[in-house]
Structures are given as C-alpha cells and as structure tokens.
C-alpha cells in the first residue's frame, strides 16, 4: 500500500466515526483549503509534515503509519482531553489553529476579490454588448 492509499484511508476511517464523509467538509474541519486538501489526497501535492500533523492534532491520524505503515493507524488526537471528557486545546494549539483559520479567510478574501473584479469586467463587457445591440436595432 502506499503512502497516498494510506492517507486515504485513514482519512476515511477517522472521519467517519465523526460523520464527515464529503472532502469540502473533511478539509474544512482540519481546516484546510479544499483545494490544498483535495490536491494532497490526490497526490498532486506531496504531503507535507505540517499537513501530516494537523491530521493527527485534529483526528488522531498517526503520521507513521501513512508515512511507513508501521503503529496503529489511528491514535488518540494530540488535543488534550479535560477532565470532563470533553476536548481541550493548548494555548499554543488554539493560537496555530486560529492562525489557520485567518489565513484561511484571507484566502477566501483574496478569491472573493478577484470573483469580484471579474464579475465587473463581464457586466461593463455586457453593457458594451447592449449598446451595440441598441445602436444596431436603432439603425
């Protein structure tokens, strides 16, 4: 088996005991790009360590056993649990996954711009066009 296969199945095994099964909403959890995330576990990307981390902070993905296939496949996530049994994260786990999550709204910022400007390009495009056809019918 290799490293992509093992990734993928692990992928589809941990998130299916949280009942995620769609790819937008797996990379939205960890939280990546679905882009990003959907490049890797297709292997167009190469799997980084950072990627390979997150997966085992976020849903206990052990990076060995998708790297080698040796250990368990799934382990307890690296988020502590309290003692009410409910998931704690570090102080430093919460600050890295809040800078996850704005870089990942600065991206969508950034694509909702460029949509933006693209949208003003194809009505000012459209306008011309109508004129045109004003300009012809009036002729």
């Given at each position: ?54 997966l ?15 250990g ?33 709204f600065e ?33």
């Amino acid at each position: 088996m290799t490293e992509l296969e093992r990734l993928n199945e692990a992928l589809k095994e941990a998130f299916a005991k949280i009942g995620i099964t769609k790819k937008t909403d797996m990379a939205a959890y960890i939280p990546y790009r679905f882009s990003y995330f959907s490049e890797v576990t297709t292997g167009h990307k190469p799997m980084s360590r950072l990627f390979l981390n997150k997966l085992y902070e976020r849903i206990g993905i052990n990076p060995q056993w998708v790297r080698t296939g040796e250990g368990e496949m799934l382990t307890e996530p690296a988020v502590p649990k309290a003692e009410n049994g409910s998931r704690r994260q570090s102080t430093r786990a919460a600050k890295s996954d809040m800078q996850d999550v704005q870089a990942f709204f600065e991206e969508l910022k950034k694509q909702l711009a460029e949509k933006d400007e693209q949208l003003s390009k194809r009505d000012a495009q459209i306008d011309r066009l109508l004129q045109i056809i004003e300009n012809l019918s009036g002729n």
